[in-house]
């Protein structure tokens, strides 16, 4: 049986039930996994994109804040057409610190660099990556404003938030096409966020499905049934660099729907 693909709401793009996170193809600094690790080689990253398109992955996600990720994605992927891109703005992380911009014309530089970086003249999706404050971010900056612009000018394909509280999860649902929150089963504060989703036909991307790995390797399997059985979740992002975690997770999200 092969990877489901689902819709992603009202954006027209269909994508896989899982997708492949890639933070750790461009950052090992200040991130919350509970393993210290090198940054994969270029081959490395190379073979971790055949495989997951070999197993029907479609879907990645990246981040100007995760390091040299953009960038190796540009560099290293094949057949641009075949993929679905999410990226982000808001988030920057330099000299190993994050800093944030929502301003429209930070948006804009962002976009544009993520265009040069990814070596593509659109992207599918681009998600406001929150700190935090979701309803100051939506209402009172210009971030929305210009990617909204920017999608109209054919630019991005669809917008989004990545967010952090349920009162921004809901308000993001109102205003964009997708929306991307934690759940998993030690975290389901967000299902009122995946509800108001699929009630309202939009998109939904679960990031931190396996709880950042922290949980132990027997319970993965329950995480993915938990995840992809929500009613509402188009699909599950999960990082990996590690080959055989890829298959393994594939073949969980399969059965998981069987
Ligand atoms: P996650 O997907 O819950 O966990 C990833 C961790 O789980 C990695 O360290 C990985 O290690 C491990 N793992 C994956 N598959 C495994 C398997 N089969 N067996 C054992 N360990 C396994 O959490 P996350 O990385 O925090 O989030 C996933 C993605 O969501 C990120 O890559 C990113 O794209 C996105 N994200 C977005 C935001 C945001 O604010 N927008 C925040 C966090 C994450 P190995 O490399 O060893 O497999």
Not at 110 to 120: A, K
Request: with cysteine; charged share 25%; hydrophobic share 40%.
């Amino acid at each position: 049986m092969p990877l489901q693909q689902r819709t992603l709401g009202q954006t027209g793009l269909n994508v896989s039930c899982l997708g492949l996170g890639t933070v750790k193809f461009g950052r090992n600094q200040e991130v919350k996994y509970s393993r210290e690790f090198t940054l994969p080689s270029d081959d490395e990253v190379a073979a971790l994109l055949e495989l997951a398109n070999e197993l029907g992955i479609n879907l990645l996600d990246t981040a100007p804040a995760y390091g040299s990720s953009e960038q190796r994605l540009g560099r290293l992927l094949r057949n641009r057409e075949d993929w679905i891109i999410c990226t982000k703005v808001g988030e920057e992380f330099v000299t190993g610190k994050s800093f944030f911009d929502f301003s429209g014309e930070h948006t804009r530089k962002s976009i544009e660099r993520s265009l040069l970086n990814l070596n593509t003249d659109y992207l599918d999706l681009v998600l406001i990556h929150s700190d935090g404050n979701d309803m100051a971010i939506i209402n009172s900056t210009d971030c929305l404003a210009m990617l909204t612009e920017l999608k109209e000018k054919g630019v991005i394909r669809a917008i989004g938030m990545s967010t952090k509280s349920i009162e921004g999860g809901l308000k993001a649902v109102d205003l964009t096409d997708v929306v991307m929150v934690t759940y998993n089963p030690s975290s389901t504060d967000d299902e009122t966020v995946i509800d108001r989703a699929l009630a309202n036909n939009k998109g939904v991307l679960i990031k931190k499905a396996l709880n950042s790995g922290n949980d132990c390797p027997d319970s993965l399997a329950n995480n993915f049934d938990f995840v992809l059985n929500k009613a509402g979740v188009s699909s599950i992002i999960v990082g990996t660099i590690d080959l055989s975690h890829l298959e393994a997770n594939v073949g969980h999200a399969i059965k998981a729907l069987a």
